[in-house]
């Protein structure tokens, strides 16, 4: 069925680290797949998004990568700075009618980014 | 500005009693969602919308109701009906219902006492 699993739940890096987020997918016909940033108390903003007609994409301190055939897909933070704390998400599109999707979340991911 | 509004932000509510979250956007988007979060886990969509007038259950649609009768207007009641309705609560908006990016509210956090 629908499921994308996100790793690790939390992750903590002292600034100027990376940090890494992973996430994988089930419903191979998935064609897009959004990274949201939630601040405490907010709603999600979105920051990345990637087709699955490309491979990589890249956005100054933040890269996504996707890998169709293993379907994970993996989201990379350069250069941390402690602004970047806040609870990350990914997401994979499933079709649920002809020309609707809708996204299917993983369970998210606490960055803290110590100074 | 442009965006979505929700409100109340907060929300106290005793057992048995309905509720309705108000949820208004001035983006011109034909769809729009409503989406439970809870502690821990991902974001689950309640119901959706894909233009006025329509709108189709999603993965947890037991005890919530919605209406569409205006573009930007998409209230979501949660009715006694619903199990454990302590949540945050949070409705989005996109162009269309293409994959294409969700724009979000800034939430309401409901609670039963």
């Known amino acids: 069925g629908e499921n994308v699993e996100q790793h690790p739940s939390t992750l903590s890096v002292q600034e100027g680290d990376s940090a890494v987020i992973k996430c994988t997918y089930s419903?191979?016909?998935?064609?897009?797949f959004p990274w949201y940033k939630q601040e405490l108390g907010k709603g999600p903003q979105l920051i990345i998004d990637?087709?699955?007609?490309?491979g990589e994409k890249k956005d100054q301190r933040i890269a996504v990568t996707l890998n169709k055939t293993a379907k994970h897909f993996s989201l990379h933070i350069t250069e941390t700075q402690p602004e970047d704390s806040a609870v990350y998400f990914c997401?994979?599109?499933?079709?649920?009618?002809?020309?609707?999707?809708?996204?299917?979340f993983g369970t998210g991911t606490r960055l803290l980014v110590s100074p | 500005d442009g965006g979505i509004t929700q409100s109340p932000k907060y929300l106290f509510r005793k057992e048995g009693q309905n509720v309705t979250l108000s949820c208004e956007q001035n983006?011109?988007?034909?769809?729009m969602y409503w989406y439970r979060q809870d502690p821990g886990q991902g974001l689950r969509l309640i119901y959706y919308?894909?233009?006025?007038?329509?709108?189709q259950k999603g993965d947890i649609a037991e005890g919530y109701s919605v209406s569409r009768e205006k573009k930007e207007s998409f209230p979501l009641t949660v009715t006694s009906a619903q199990k454990n309705p302590t949540a945050f609560y949070l409705c989005?908006?996109?162009?269309?219902?293409?994959?294409?990016?969700?724009?979000f509210g800034e939430g309401s956090r409901l609670t039963v006492l």
């Open positions: 989005a908006s996109s162009i269309s219902g293409s994959a294409g990016e969700l724009f």
């Open positions: 419903d191979s016909a998935s064609n897009y």
């Open positions: 990637i087709r699955s007609n490309v």
């Open positions: 997401a994979a599109s499933i079709r649920i009618l002809a020309g609707f999707q809708k996204l299917v």
């Open positions: 919308s894909q233009i006025v007038n329509d709108f």
């Open positions: 983006l011109n988007h034909d769809a």
